[in-house]
C-alpha cells in the first residue's frame, strides 16, 4: 500500500521541507513530490499526472484500478497510461461524472491551480483510507493530509478527543460520517470526494446504492452466468499485480471460493501475480480445519498457518496507535512475514456473508412477495420459511407485512441495549446512528433493503479498510467488486437465497469450483475462543485497578453498570459480550494515550529534518 500526503496554504505560503518532512515521513527513490502556489503533494507507491494547459492539474493516486480500458477514448489514456493519467484525461465539466466510473481500490489527491481547488476521494467501499485536516490561522486557512492517520496525529500533535466518535465506537466498535478519535481529522467518507477551497468544503457523491433498481433477467441460468462472469472478474483484478500474492483461507465458503476461483484464474494465465500463499487462522480444536486441509489439497497453493495466540486479537498493550484497532499483533506478525514474501496484497472473503444473502429470516423475502402483489406466493414462501424456522406462518407474515407497508427499521436501537451507557451517551449514538443513511432505511424493495442497510453501514464505517499496522501490504476484498455487489444487490431475493436455501445462487453458479465438503458447508467457526481469552485478563486488570475507569469519567458509561457487567464476563455469565469488547478496547486505547508522553506538533520534535531526495519528482 503506497502513502499520500501533502499540505495546502491558501495563501500561496509554501509548506517548509521540514513540515514535508515531518508529515510524510522521509524521503525515498520512489517518492515523488509536486510543489506549487502554496500545495505540496507527496506521493509513495502510486502513481502522479500533471496537465500543465489547466493551470497545474495534479493529481496523485494510491490503489488499483480494475477499468483502464472504458477510458481509452480519453486524450492521454492510452494502454499505457498510468491511473493518474486517467483520473485527470476528463474534461473539467465531466470530471465528478468520470470520477464516479473508476473501479477499484483507491484513495486519490487533485490539486486544481486554475480554480485553486484540492479534491480528496476514496473508493466506494473505502479500502483505501485517507484522511485530511483543515485549519485556520494568522496566516490564512491551510488543509493538511494523509493516508496514514498515526503520521498525521503525530504531526498536528496531541489534540482532543471527538466525543461523537467515542460514543459511535462504543456501540459499534467503529464510527460513520468520516469520524475519527481526533478531533478536527476527519476520514475521507467511502465514495465521496471532497472539493476543499478556502471558503469552504463541498461534498460529491462517486457512488450511490441501488435503491429502485431492479436486475431481471429470462433464466435462472443467466443469473448464474453473470455471477460467475463477475466473480471472476472480481477475483482476476485483484491478482492483476507483481510479485506474490496472499489469500486468507478460513474454511468457509467466502474465502474457499476466492482461493479455488483464484486457482482456475491464474491456471488460465489471466493474471499477472507470480503466485499465490494461503494464510490460515490456526485455533486450537477449531472445526475449520479439515476444511481448509480441503481447499489445500484441491488448489495446491503454499500454505501458512498462523497460531492464534492469547494476545492476538487485543491486549492491554496493543489496543491501536491512530486508530482503537483489534488484531494487531497479528497483522504485525502477518507484515513481517509478508515482507520475506515481497507481497503486498491480502486477498480476503469479507462482506461475502452480506453480499451473497447468507439469510435465514425469511421476512424480507416474503415482504418482496407482498410489495410485488404476489399474495399467493407470498403464503407459499412464509409456509416453507417457517418449516424452516420452526415457527408459525402468521408472524412471519406479519413482519413481512410491516416491512412492506412501512418501509422501516426499528433495529437501531437494538445495541443499545445492556450497554452500561449514561442516557446521555445512549441519545447521542441513536442520533449517530439514525442520521447515517435514512435513504435506505425509506427506499429499495423490501427483499433486498436490509441487505443494503446493513452493507451501507458497513461501508460508511470503514470495516473493509486496510488495517495501519499491514503497511506497506493492503487489504483487497473480491465479495466488494462494485460490478458484482450492484448486481447481487438488485436481482430478486428469490434468486440470491430461498427457503432452507442461504446463498443459493453463489452455490448453484459456482458448482464444481469448490471441494464437495466445502460447497455444502452450512456455517463456518468463529474465533469467539481468541476473544475471550484475550479480553478475559484485560477485563481482570480493569476489576483490580484502583483507578476509575476513564470512560466513565467522561460520561459515556456508567462505573457501577460497567463492574457489573466485567465481573459477569469473568464469571462466564450473560453480559452482552460484544458491546464489551468495545468497552474494554476503548478503556485501554484511552489509557494508552493518557500514558503517553504528550506529543509536540512533530516539526518542532524532530528539529528539522529536511526533505531532500524526492526520486522522481514533479516540480512545477
Known amino acids: 500500500m503506497g502513502h499520500l500526503s501533502g499540505i495546502c496554504n491558501f495563501n500561496g505560503r509554501p509548506a517548509s521541507p521540514e513540515e514535508l518532512s515531518n508529515l510524510h515521513g522521509l524521503a525515498g527513490p520512489e517518492d515523488r513530490l509536486f510543489a506549487a502556489g502554496g500545495t505540496s503533494m507527496i506521493e509513495r507507491g502510486g502513481s502522479t499526472a500533471v496537465r500543465k494547459e489547466r493551470g497545474a492539474l495534479v493529481c496523485h493516486w494510491e490503489g488499483r484500478l480494475d477499468n483502464p480500458a472504458e477510458f481509452t477514448g480519453l486524450p492521454g489514456c492510452g494502454a499505457e497510461a498510468s491511473e493518474a493519467e486517467v483520473v485527470i484525461a476528463a474534461p473539467g465539466r465531466d470530471f465528478p461524472k468520470h470520477l464516479g466510473q473508476l473501479i477499484g481500490d483507491f484513495s486519490l489527491a487533485i490539486w486544481d491551480g486554475e480554480e485553486r481547488s484540492l479534491r480528496l476521494a476514496t473508493d466506494y467501499a473505502g479500502v483505501r483510507p485517507l484522511y485530511f485536516h483543515r485549519s485556520s490561522g494568522p496566516e490564512g486557512r491551510r488543509v493538511v493530509w494523509s493516508s496514514s492517520i498515526l503520521a498525521l496525529s503525530r504531526w498536528m500533535g496531541r489534540g482532543d478527543l471527538d466525543p461523537d466518535y467515542i460514543a459511535e465506537f462504543l456501540v459499534r466498535g467503529a464510527a460513520s460520517g468520516g469520524r475519527t478519535p481526533w478531533k478536527g481529522i476527519s476520514a475521507v467518507p467511502p465514495g465521496r470526494v471532497l472539493r476543499i477551497r478556502e471558503t469552504g468544503v463541498e461534498q460529491e457523491f462517486l457512488w450511490k446504492p441501488p435503491l429502485e433498481c431492479e436486475t431481471t433477467l429470462p433464466r435462472e441460468t443467466d443469473y448464474e452466468e453473470r455471477f460467475r462472469y463477475l466473480f471472476r472478474e472480481a477475483v482476476r483484478s485483484r491478482l492483476n499485480i507483481h510479485g506474490v500474492a496472499v489469500a486468507e483461507l478460513s474454511g468457509g465458503l467466502d474465502s474457499s471460493s476466492v482461493i479455488c476461483m483464484a486457482r482456475d484464474v491464474m491456471r488460465a494465465g489471466e493474471a499477472n501475480a507470480s503466485g499465490l500463499t494461503t494464510l490460515s487462522y490456526s485455533?486450537?480444536?477449531?472445526?475449520?480445519?479439515?476444511?481448509?486441509?480441503?481447499?489445500?489439497?484441491?488448489?495446491?497453493?503454499?500454505?501458512?498457518?498462523?497460531?492464534?495466540?492469547?494476545?492476538?486479537?487485543?491486549?492491554?498493550?496493543?489496543?491501536?496507535?491512530?486508530?482503537?484497532?483489534?488484531?494487531?499483533?497479528?497483522?504485525?506478525?502477518?507484515?513481517?512475514?509478508?515482507?520475506?514474501?515481497?507481497?503486498?496484497?491480502?486477498?480476503?472473503?469479507?462482506?461475502?456473508?452480506?453480499?451473497?444473502?447468507?439469510?435465514?429470516?425469511?421476512?424480507?423475502?416474503?415482504?418482496?412477495?407482498?410489495?410485488?402483489?404476489?399474495?399467493?406466493?407470498?403464503?407459499?414462501?412464509?409456509?416453507?420459511?417457517?418449516?424452516?424456522?420452526?415457527?408459525?406462518?402468521?408472524?412471519?407474515?406479519?413482519?413481512?407485512?410491516?416491512?412492506?407497508?412501512?418501509?422501516?427499521?426499528?433495529?437501531?436501537?437494538?445495541?443499545?441495549?445492556?450497554?452500561?451507557?449514561?442516557?446521555?451517551?445512549?441519545?447521542?449514538?441513536?442520533?449517530?446512528?439514525?442520521?447515517?443513511?435514512?435513504?435506505?432505511?425509506?427506499?429499495?424493495?423490501?427483499?433486498?433493503?436490509?441487505?443494503?442497510?446493513?452493507?451501507?453501514?458497513?461501508?460508511?464505517?470503514?470495516?473493509?479498510?486496510?488495517?495501519?499496522?499491514?503497511?506497506?501490504?493492503?487489504?483487497?476484498?473480491?465479495?466488494?467488486?462494485?460490478?458484482?455487489?450492484?448486481?447481487?444487490?438488485?436481482?430478486?431475493?428469490?434468486?440470491?437465497?430461498?427457503?432452507?436455501?442461504?446463498?443459493?445462487?453463489?452455490?448453484?453458479?459456482?458448482?464444481?469450483?469448490?471441494?464437495?465438503?466445502?460447497?455444502?458447508?452450512?456455517?463456518?467457526?468463529?474465533?469467539?475462543?481468541?476473544?475471550?481469552?484475550?479480553?478475559?485478563?484485560?477485563?481482570?486488570?480493569?476489576?483490580?485497578?484502583?483507578?476509575?475507569?476513564?470512560?466513565?469519567?467522561?460520561?459515556?458509561?456508567?462505573?457501577?453498570?460497567?463492574?457489573?457487567?466485567?465481573?459477569?464476563?469473568?464469571?462466564?455469565?450473560?453480559?452482552?459480550?460484544?458491546?464489551?469488547?468495545?468497552?474494554?478496547?476503548?478503556?485501554?486505547?484511552?489509557?494508552?494515550?493518557?500514558?503517553?508522553?504528550?506529543?509536540?506538533?512533530?516539526?518542532?520534535?524532530?528539529?528539522?529534518?529536511?526533505?531532500?531526495?524526492?526520486?522522481?519528482?514533479?516540480?512545477?
Open 283 to 620: 485455533e486450537e480444536d477449531s472445526a475449520d480445519e479439515k476444511f481448509i486441509r480441503e481447499v489445500e489439497d484441491a488448489c495446491g497453493f503454499p500454505g501458512r498457518h498462523l497460531t492464534l495466540r492469547e494476545d492476538s486479537f487485543a491486549s492491554a498493550q496493543s489496543t491501536g496507535s491512530g486508530l482503537p484497532a483489534r488484531w494487531e499483533m497479528k497483522n504485525r506478525e502477518i507484515r513481517q512475514w509478508m515482507d520475506g514474501l515481497n507481497a503486498a496484497t491480502i486477498v480476503t472473503g469479507q462482506l461475502g456473508d452480506l453480499v451473497m444473502g447468507n439469510c435465514v429470516d425469511g421476512a424480507e423475502h416474503v415482504a418482496d412477495d407482498l410489495a410485488h402483489g404476489r399474495f399467493g406466493a407470498a403464503f407459499r414462501n412464509a409456509l416453507r420459511w417457517g418449516r424452516v424456522q420452526r415457527q408459525p406462518v402468521y408472524p412471519i407474515l406479519s413482519d413481512a407485512a410491516r416491512l412492506a407497508i412501512t418501509r422501516t427499521d426499528n433495529s437501531a436501537t437494538a445495541n443499545f441495549r445492556n450497554t452500561a451507557l449514561t442516557p446521555a451517551a445512549v441519545r447521542r449514538a441513536v442520533e449517530l446512528t439514525e442520521a447515517r443513511i435514512p435513504e435506505v432505511h425509506r427506499g429499495g424493495a423490501p427483499g433486498r433493503r436490509t441487505r443494503l442497510r446493513s452493507l451501507m453501514d458497513t461501508l460508511q464505517v470503514r470495516h473493509l479498510q486496510s488495517p495501519e499496522t499491514l503497511r506497506p501490504a493492503a487489504w483487497t476484498h473480491p465479495f466488494s467488486h462494485r460490478p458484482l455487489v450492484e448486481f447481487m444487490m438488485t436481482i430478486p431475493a428469490g434468486i440470491v437465497y430461498r427457503p432452507g436455501e442461504p446463498r443459493r445462487l453463489m452455490r448453484r453458479a459456482l458448482s464444481g469450483l469448490l471441494p464437495k465438503a466445502v460447497a455444502q458447508r452450512r456455517s463456518k467457526a468463529a474465533y469467539s475462543g481468541v476473544f475471550r481469552r484475550s479480553l478475559l485478563p484485560m477485563a481482570q486488570e480493569l476489576l483490580r485497578s484502583p483507578s476509575p475507569l476513564l470512560l466513565a469519567e467522561g460520561g459515556f458509561i456508567e462505573a457501577q453498570a460497567a463492574r457489573a457487567r466485567l465481573e459477569h464476563f469473568t464469571l462466564g455469565l450473560e453480559c452482552n459480550e460484544a458491546q464489551l469488547h468495545q468497552i474494554v478496547m476503548l478503556e485501554f486505547w484511552l489509557r494508552a494515550r493518557e500514558n503517553s508522553t504528550p506529543a509536540a506538533p512533530q516539526a518542532e520534535q524532530d528539529g528539522g529534518r529536511a526533505f531532500h531526495a524526492c526520486g522522481g519528482s514533479v516540480q512545477q
